[in-house]
């Protein structure tokens, strides 16, 4: 059940970043973090091709809609 709630946090997390559109490096570094990102973070070009992937991901796995839940 914690292992259930950790993931429900993370992508809470990743959806709350892409929304806000904090565009900042830190909390870019800090996206790529929590959804396991291996490359260099010094890489930001790289690494914003993968964040950029990966949240499209995230929203085709929702049916490409934002859960309510999130929404403000």
Known sequence: MAEQSDSLAVRARWLTLALDLDSSFAARKELAHELHYTGSTSD?????????????????????????????
């Open 44 to 72: 930001s070009a790289a690494m914003n091709v993968w964040l950029h992937k990966q949240v499209m991901i995230k929203l085709a796995e929702n049916g490409g809609k934002v859960p309510e839940a999130l929404k403000h």
